[in-house]
């Protein structure tokens, strides 16, 4: 069993990264919330894929707010987290933690319950030539971790990085919903500034031409993004002078809180 991923970054105002999953056999496929849908149908015809379902990770109306018009011109089922089932209209299956989602004969995703940035949130596991993959909606970015303030609750989205993300395999790929990880990595250099694996992933990134995607690993999250290394020494070095109040040796999970709310100003404040 192994399914193939079609990652697109569509150039939407709001840096969407698009993915499709198929079956290499059959040519069906998954569009993962797909906001610009006519990104998604080109895509699918030039691979010549055939679009059976949209599979939603949360309520959002930049992820979910294209259902209908899919559905209508597609002729897709819509999956979404049974938990956004009073929000989204359209839905053909609703989705909880351990469902397993078939896309032709080869190609399957897990379904993982990652509540936090809203509390619907899901999260879709799998694999691709035996490289697991992890498609994280906006609960985990690159460098980054989901705003909570649309729905969410920022103890929750730490139990679940805790519980969910925690004991996923190093080599796991991470697809996120949003392409943020150069301004992410600012932030990062902010709140950890001693951090030299932040400093090398940024420079590898600068690198990088334009029009390349580029994905994380597991792995490198552990070790440059702020949200997974609230234990750290360079963290709680670094926080507590930058909110003030907050005990060096707070709780982990309150570090998180702190870190969480102190981004949603930081993200108003610095122009990116
Ligand atoms: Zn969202």
């Known amino acids: 069993m192994t399914a193939k991923v079609l990652p697109l970054r569509p150039g939407t105002p ?8 198929y079956c290499p056999e059959t040519r069906e496929a998954a569009a993962i919330d797909p906001f610009d849908d006519a990104a998604i149908r080109a895509a699918a015809a030039a691979h010549r894929l055939d679009l059976k379902m949209v599979v939603n990770t949360h309520e959002h109306w930049d992820h979910a707010g294209r259902n209908a018009a899919m559905k209508a011109s597609d002729n897709v089922q819509i999956l979404a987290p049974h938990a956004a089932a009073g929000t989204l209209q359209d839905i053909d299956r609703t989705l909880k933690d351990g469902d397993v989602i078939r896309i032709g004969n080869a190609a399957e995703l897990k379904v993982i319950a990652t509540p936090g940035h809203t509390m619907a949130s899901i999260c879709l596991a799998g694999s691709e030539g035996g490289t697991p993959f ?26 679940t990085l805790v519980a969910k993300i925690a004991p996923l395999a190093d080599e796991t790929i991470l697809y996120p919903g949003h392409d943020y990880l150069a301004r992410n990595l600012r932030f990062a250099d902010h709140v950890d500034p001693g951090n030299e694996d932040v400093r090398a992933v940024a420079d590898d990134l600068a690198r990088l031409p334009a029009d390349r995607l580029h994905f994380t690993t597991l792995a490198e999250e552990r070790r440059i993004n702020p949200f997974l290394r609230c234990g750290s020494s360079g963290l709680r ?7 003030p109040g907050l005990d060096p040796a707070a709780e982990e999970s309150e570090m ?4 969480r709310a102190y981004r949603d100003h930081w993200a108003d404040t610095i122009a990116a």
């Open 14 to 21: 709001f840096d969407h990264f698009h993915y499709i999953v």
């Open 237 to 243: 070095r670094t926080l507590p002078s930058l909110a």
């Open 134 to 159: 992890l498609i994280s909606g906006d609960t985990l970015f690159a460098g980054g971790a989901g705003n909570c303030g649309y729905g969410g609750h920022a103890p929750s989205l730490y139990a």
């Open 256 to 259: 998180f809180v702190t870190l």
